[in-house]
Structure formats: C-alpha cells, structure tokens
C-alpha cells in the first residue's frame, strides 16, 4: 500500500518556493555537466587501464569517484544549509573546471599517472559533494513538496542525468578517447564551465540554516535521519543496493574487454544502450511510482538490479547484455527517484542539505567500499565471481528488507520554530 505522504504534517515549503519551471537552469546544467562526467567516468577507467591491468588497481579508480563522500559528505552538506545554494554550485563548477583541465594538460604531456588521476578523482568528488547536496535542496526550494511534483520534477532530472551519464557520456568518452587520450577529459572541463553559466540563471536565495557550529549542525542532519524511521530505512537500501552494484561493477571493464572481447569504444556504447531503460523509466516515474510507497519502489529497484546481473553472469551476448544493463538503469533510476522524493517530503529546507548528505554518506560511501570489495574479488577469485556476489548480496537485501510487510505512514517532522505550515494537501 502506498505511503500516504499527502496527507498529515509534513516537511513544508519554503515561502520561495516558484514551480518547477524555474528549474530550468538546473535540470540544463545537469544536462551538460552530466554528459562530461559521463565520458570521464568511462575515459578514466580506460586510462587506468592502458597504464595497469591488475583488477585491484582498476579498482581504485572506481572506487575514489565516491570515497570523497566518506571523507567530506557531512561536513560539505552542513556548509552548503549555512551557505547561499546557488553561490556553492558556482563555485563547486569552477574549482572542477580548473581541476579537469589540469587533468586534460597532464594526459596531454603525458604526465598523468595513476596516482595523479586518483587525485584529481578524489578533488572533484569533494566539490561534487558541495555541489550534489545544494542542487538536491534546490529541487524542492522551487518546485514545492508535493508527492506526484516530486516524482515527475525528479524523475525529469534523473532521465537527464541518466542520458548524460549513461548514454551520450560514455559512447562520446569511449570514442573520444580512441581518438586521443586528452579529449574527453578536455571536454569534461568545458562541460563544468557551461553548467556555471547555466546556475547563474537560477533565483537567488538566501542560505536556509543558520552559522552554528559545524559539528553541531551535522548532528542535528545526522538525528533527523536517525529519527525518522522511513529515511532510516531507505537511506540503508540505497547502501546495499550501491555496495552490491559497484561489487560488480568495478572491473566490468575488464570483464567486457577481456573474457567477452568487446573493444574500448565498444565499451562505452555497450553502457550507452543500457541507459535507455534508465531514460525511459524516468520519464514515466510518476506514474510508476504512484501506487507505491518510496520503500517498495526502493525493493522493486534492487530485486530487478539482482535479476539483471543474474542474466550479465550467464549470458555472452553483447546485446543481451545491453537488455539486462537497461533493466538495472531502469531499477537505479527508480531508486534515486525514491530517494530524493522521500528526502524532499519528509525533511525540513534548512535541514536538507545535510540529510543529502547523509544519504549520500552512506549510499555513495557504500558504493566506493563495494568497488574495493569488487577488485579484491576479481584479484582473487576471477573476474565473473563478483558478478555472482552481487546477485547473492541484492537477494539477501530484498528478503531482508521483507516486501510482503504493509508500509507504517510515518508523518515528517514539524517544522522549524518560526517556518510557515503549509496547510496539508487534499
């Protein structure tokens, strides 16, 4: 039975608050800047592994796109409540684009070694952070908290993110890095630079909390959290779907280039077509997502990410893999979109910066120590055997997680003293 999020208190909106069309800046940067990361997270595995084939060391890269979370998450999500939003995406755009082309300078003179691409990994995960715990808490700031709006307004984005990410980012970085090893890192930097300009254009609005201390204000992020029983819930399913996925995925790459022969550039398309399930399931999200609660739909996701590299691990076709890479779009589209819709609705604004935060702590967190796990397996025990782990570690999520249970509403919590009630939706 679906969770009842439209009636009883609940997190309101802010007196700001404009509709969903003045998202229109930042569903365009995320629409740029995403494409560039996508070729730089195809581009920056295919460098690893032009300088080493050890399976452990490929892992290291996928691993340092989400450690920064582990080491800056809290402390950036804290900064970014106390700080104007808009001010922090700014700048968090402009330090990747200098780091990004440092990078692209490196790869050029051909100075850019393994440790130098785990720094620069590492640097512009830490502006990531900044930057993915305002542009969250923008979403609702803007466009109001209203369940179906939530589900379309990030469903939107996350399609947007997935045809950058997955689709446009990876064929683009995989032929571009065919071409030379420099461009797509080039064009991730000037991807940076366009989505700047592009939160220029956003409303300006004034920072949501307040100066306390630092430690301070993470705790009160982290005993939110804590408190409410359905972001505690979802917040450990994001974890273990991250952990099982990035199990499998860290050494993908040598497993398609290596025992199933696909070349470079083949690489990346192979992952372009598999974001079509995750384009398509975010475009129809709202609809898909209406009759369920934010915890079901989160299961659904990680039953389906099982059933896929079930297929991955049996089957050698590329296009067959192609099919099953769609289905886990489609299921981590889906996940993203409970997530930030269970965020949003059941969170303060001068809170949600940390709560992102949070969720991404442990969710991204998790994926980062899942791509260690991943290579260490692959190092030990062959390159398939981590595809079969993830498939155990996401069935043991879902019972454990027990579907058949009815769903307990449990109301947001009041807002701040001095914030405005909105009356409850009808």
């Known amino acids: 039975m679906a969770l009842p999020l439209r009636s009883g208190p609940r997190a309101v909106d802010p007196p700001a608050a404009r509709g969903a069309g003045s998202l229109t800046p930042l569903l365009a940067a995320a629409g740029v800047s995403v ?40 402390p950036a999500g804290a900064l970014a409540d106390r700080w104007p939003r808009r001010r922090v995406m700014l700048a968090a755009d402009l330090v990747r684009v200098c780091l990004i082309g440092l990078l ?21 995960g830490v502006a990531g952070c900044f930057f993915d715990a305002s542009s969250q808490a923008v979403i609702p700031t803007l466009a109001g908290r209203d369940k179906d709006v939530l589900a379309k307004v990030n469903g939107r984005y996350w399609s947007i ?65 804590r408190r409410t029983r359905q972001l505690r819930e979802l917040a450990a399913t994001m974890a273990a779907y991250n952990f099982s996925y990035n199990v499998a995925m860290a050494t993908f790459v040598l497993y398609a ?22 384009i ?24 389906l990410q099982a059933i896929a590299w079930l297929g991955i691990a049996t089957v050698r076709a590329p296009i067959a893999i192609a099919v099953f890479l769609g289905v886990i779009g489609g299921a981590s ?39 260690l ?18 498939v155990a570690l996401l069935a043991l999520t879902v019972a454990a997680h027990r579907p058949w249970r009815r769903a307990t ?15 409850a939706a009808q």
């Open 104 to 124: 692209a300078a490196l790869v050029l003179t051909g100075h850019a070694g393994l440790p130098v691409l785990l720094s620069v990994i590492l640097l512009t």
């Open 373 to 390: 796990a991943g290579g260490l397996t692959a190092q030990q025990t062959g390159l398939r055997t981590p595809l079969w782990a993830a």
């Open 161 to 225: 993110d997935t045809v950058g990410r997955s689709l446009l980012g990876p064929s683009s970085g995989s032929l571009s890095f065919a071409a030379g090893r420099a461009f797509p890192f080039v064009g991730d930097a000037f991807s940076f630079a366009v989505s700047a300009l592009c939160i220029s254009r956003l409303p300006s609005m004034p920072a949501a909390g307040t100066k306390q201390p630092l430690v301070s204000a993470i705790r009160e992020g982290l005993a939110h959290l």
């Open 35 to 74: 494409t560039g990361d996508g070729a730089f997270l195809v581009a920056a595995p295919l460098l690893a592994a032009s300088l080493t084939r050890d399976p452990f060391a490929v892992s290291t890269v996928t691993a340092a796109f989400y450690l920064p979370w582990l080491i800056a998450g809290l």
């Open 409 to 423: 509403p449990v109301p947001a919590p009041a807002p701040a003293l001095g914030t405005r009630r909105a009356p």
């Open 257 to 278: 280039t290596g025992p199933l022969h696909i070349a470079d550039s083949g690489y990346g398309i192979l992952l372009a077509l598999g974001a079509l399930g995750g």
């Open 333 to 371: 589209t889906l996940m993203s979109v409970a997530a930030s819709s269970a965020r949003a609705a059941l969170t303060p604004d001068h809170l949600l910066g940390r709560v992102v935060s949070a969720f991404r702590l442990f969710g991204i967190g998790a994926a980062g120590l899942g791509a």
């Open 280 to 303: 398509a399931t975010g475009w129809r999200a709202a609809r898909i997502t209406r009759d369920l609660s934010h915890r079901q739909t989160m299961t659904l996701a990680t039953g």
